[in-house]
């Protein structure tokens, strides 16, 4: 016979989905050229994938390279943040974060906007390769 969740157990687990939507509420996703319009008002777009990923690819023009996991799927939060915290001097700095297909960006987006309490954190949907799926230029690292 199959259990029927009581109300209890149905209200605890509406309480989860709705706290759980505010964890990447702050994260925002933007496309191609919405990215190339932030570019162009100056807004700091930062790749945090792997150098070896950056020479395969190329960097999209004007971005700043910060590996955040390295080939392993290791990290350092402390020696990453104080790289970032060069690039991104204020909590309400908007700033746009690049990986390969926006796995990675929605991790760290995540905790940026969550945590860190950062208020306009975006990442590129679909990484670079949407971006350059959608011929969007690229450049050497």
Not at 18 to 28: E, I, M, P, R, V
Not at 76 to 99: A, G, H, P, R, Y
Request: net charge neutral; charged share 15%; glycine share 8%.
């Amino acid at each position: 016979m199959k259990k029927i969740a009581t109300a209890g157990q149905f209200i605890t687990f509406l309480t989860l989905i709705w706290l759980s939507s505010f964890a990447s509420a702050g994260l925002k996703e933007v496309n191609p050229a919405q990215l190339q319009g932030m570019l162009d008002q100056g807004v700091v777009a930062i790749d945090i994938r792997t150098p070896q990923e950056w020479q395969q690819t190329g960097i999209i023009p004007g971005s700043k390279t910060l590996m955040f996991f390295d080939a392993q799927g290791q990290y350092n939060i402390d020696s990453w943040l104080q790289e970032f915290e060069q690039l991104v001097t204020d909590k309400n700095q908007s700033f746009v974060l690049i990986c390969r297909s926006a796995n990675r960006t929605g991790r760290v987006g995540n905790f940026l906007a969550g945590q860190l309490k950062m208020e306009n954190v975006y990442h590129l949907d679909g990484g670079i390769k949407n971006w350059i799926k959608q011929q969007q230029p690229v450049t050497a690292p």
